[in-house]
């Protein structure tokens, strides 16, 4: 008797199955995400007729006999954010998912990577989303030739597998996941099992072949890769683009990477001709900064191997309601309310009756506990209406007992800071032993050891 197929219900954020369909998934918690899959059975083997026994031709071969020494093991896309970011190109048979918010920039970059590969490289172009011509008046636009570049517009992820193997080129690139499909799955494009599918036939080809695929994901509301959340896992490198629709600056943030250090960014500037790398954030997120105003003070994070300093803004006000309110734009909030806790508690500073807003200005996120002692000067000179002077950068961590705690990589921070023309630093006490002071000269180095000693320095 043929055995009918069964109905599932599947998690598109973290693809837990479940029998029945329920508002809210029993695993990540997420409401409305159950979509409903169809299983296909498999064909059972007879009683008493026993499975065909294959003679498998895998072989296994030696770690140390192993070459990787390969001229071509990466290819360098000319993009130098965006190598960095990758940990200095584009890895040889590796799979790499890229994300981001609808207008980010996803498909420039990648025409971006096309324009600068030079010949014998040869680049694939699958897009699911646009025609032919409209990605044709796209390369026009941002000046890619097309003599290195082949471009298809097909949604059956057989045929462009197939199409892989046949053209054999340097790199392919598949925009976007969401649109692929196979007949083999019975579930319409952008479901959990035809995403899965899709991305196990990419991977086949990728590392069969030894082709780098770059594999556009659209995000959901959350700003997470929409799709299950294996596709992250099978993929080589996952990157993200980041940044205000509004503002012109990019952020490209790796989130994992097998090749190289996921706290690595890259930063590009939005502009009629396409993504132009910024290779001096730093002075182009200080730009504008208003001088002599309360209420600002830089702060020094670490991305990566990255020292980038950026302005933080804080404004506190009285408060016209029972319960005054908490904002924060690029600053984790709950780590803003404990330090104006700390603030209160241990430098006497009363908050109860007063709003406090504060911003990262540039879209940058700082999640760096050494950007601490910045927000909290911050914050004390709008209360007093006291500006910070405009050659002094604060360095520190603030722990629950008002103390300022040391840092890592103190030496990189201080450099930079001096790179970009402040003349004073203020930083941990314990941290001073750490530099050599006859390496930064024209700097002063003040060591402070509590909150109320760096609030008295400003």
């Given at each position: 008797?043929?055995?009918?197929?069964?109905?599932i219900?599947?998690c598109?954020?973290?693809?837990?199955?479940?029998?029945?369909w329920?508002g809210?998934c029993?695993?990540c918690?997420?409401?409305n995400?159950l979509?409903e899959?169809?299983?296909?059975?498999q064909?059972?083997?007879?009683?008493?007729?026993?499975a065909p026994?294959l003679?498998s031709e895998l072989q296994a071969?030696?770690l140390?006999?192993?070459?990787t020494?390969?001229?071509?093991?990466?290819?360098?896309?000319?993009?130098?954010?965006?190598d960095?970011?990758?940990?200095?190109?584009?890895?040889?048979?590796?799979?790499?998912?890229?994300?981001?918010e609808?207008g980010?920039?996803k498909s420039?970059?990648?025409?971006?990577?096309?324009?600068?590969?030079?010949?014998?490289?040869?680049?694939l172009?699958?897009?699911?989303?646009?025609?032919?011509?409209?990605?044709?008046?796209?390369?026009?636009?941002?000046g890619v030739?097309g003599?290195?570049?082949?471009?298809?517009a097909?949604?059956?992820i057989?045929?462009?597998?197939e199409?892989?193997?046949?053209?054999?080129?340097?790199?392919?690139i598949i925009?976007s996941i969401q649109?692929?499909h196979?007949?083999?799955?019975?579930s319409?494009?952008g479901?959990?099992?035809?995403?899965?599918?899709?991305?196990?036939?990419l991977?086949e080809?990728?590392k069969t072949?030894?082709?780098?695929?770059?594999i556009?994901?659209?995000v959901?509301k959350?700003?997470?890769?929409a799709?299950?959340?294996?596709?992250?896992h099978?993929?080589d490198t996952?990157?993200?683009f980041?940044?205000?629709?509004l503002?012109?600056?990019?952020?490209?943030?790796?989130?994992?990477?097998?090749?190289?250090s996921?706290?690595e960014?890259?930063?590009f500037d939005?502009?009629?001709?396409?993504?132009?790398p910024?290779?001096?954030?730093?002075?182009?997120l200080?730009e504008?900064?208003?001088?002599?105003?309360?209420g600002?003070?830089?702060?020094?994070?670490?991305?990566?191997?990255?020292?980038?300093?950026?302005?933080v803004?804080?404004?506190?006000?009285?408060?016209?309601?029972?319960t005054?309110r908490?904002?924060?734009?690029?600053?984790?909030?709950?780590r803003a309310?404990?330090?104006?806790?700390?603030?209160?508690?241990r430098?006497?500073?009363?908050?109860?009756n007063?709003?406090?807003?504060?911003?990262?200005?540039?879209?940058?996120?700082?999640?760096?506990?050494?950007?601490d002692?910045?927000v909290v000067?911050a914050?004390v000179?709008?209360?007093?209406?006291k500006?910070?002077?405009?050659?002094?950068?604060?360095?520190?961590?603030?722990?629950l007992?008002?103390?300022?705690r040391?840092?890592s990589?103190l030496?990189?921070r201080?450099?930079?800071?001096?790179?970009?023309?402040?003349?004073?630093?203020?930083?941990?006490?314990?941290?001073?032993?750490?530099l050599?002071?006859?390496?930064?000269p024209g700097?002063?180095?003040?060591?402070?050891?509590?909150?109320?000693?760096?609030?008295?320095k400003?």
């Open positions: 008797m043929k055995e009918k197929s069964k109905t219900y599947v598109t954020s973290c693809g837990e199955q479940t029998p029945r329920m809210r029993p695993n918690g997420a409401w995400t979509a899959e169809e299983i296909r059975p064909p059972a083997v007879r009683a008493g007729k026993a026994v003679k071969a030696r140390s006999q192993i070459d020494n390969d001229e071509r093991s990466r290819i360098v896309t000319g993009i130098g954010e965006l960095r970011v990758l940990g200095g190109g584009i890895v040889i048979g590796s799979v790499v998912l890229l994300g981001g609808p980010a920039g420039t970059l990648l025409l971006q990577i096309c324009a600068r590969l030079t010949a014998p490289l040869t680049v172009y699958v897009t699911g989303e646009e025609s032919l011509r409209q990605i044709k008046l796209r390369a026009d636009r941002l030739s003599e290195q570049v082949t471009v298809a097909e949604t059956e057989e045929q462009v597998t199409l892989i193997r046949t053209n054999k080129p340097s790199l392919a925009d649109t692929m196979s007949p083999a799955v019975n319409s494009a479901s959990v099992s035809q995403v899965k599918e899709c991305a196990a036939q991977l080809v990728a072949l030894e082709i780098p695929v770059f556009v994901g659209h959901n959350d700003g997470a890769i799709g299950p959340k294996v596709m992250e099978i993929v996952v990157l993200y980041e940044g205000d629709r503002l012109p600056y990019r952020i490209l943030r790796s989130v994992k990477n097998r090749y190289g996921t706290n960014i890259g930063m939005m502009t009629a001709k396409g993504l132009s910024i290779e001096n954030p730093s002075r182009m200080l504008g900064r208003p001088l002599g105003v309360s600002t003070c830089v702060a020094c994070t670490l991305e990566g191997s990255r020292p980038i300093l950026s302005e803004q804080a404004l506190v006000t009285k408060t016209s309601f029972g005054p908490r904002t924060s734009s690029g600053f984790d909030f709950n309310n404990l330090l104006l806790a700390v603030l209160e508690k430098a006497g500073y009363f908050m109860g007063l709003d406090v807003y504060l911003n990262i200005v540039g879209g940058l996120r700082l999640d760096d506990t050494a950007c002692l910045a000067l914050v000179s709008s209360l007093l209406d500006p910070i002077a405009d050659n002094t950068i604060a360095i520190g961590e603030v722990g007992g008002g103390e300022i040391s840092i990589n030496e990189a201080v450099r930079e800071a001096a790179r970009i023309g402040f003349s004073r630093v203020l930083l941990p006490q314990h941290s001073l032993a750490q050599d002071s006859s390496q930064f700097i002063e180095l003040c060591g402070v050891r509590y909150l109320r000693e760096a609030i008295q400003i």
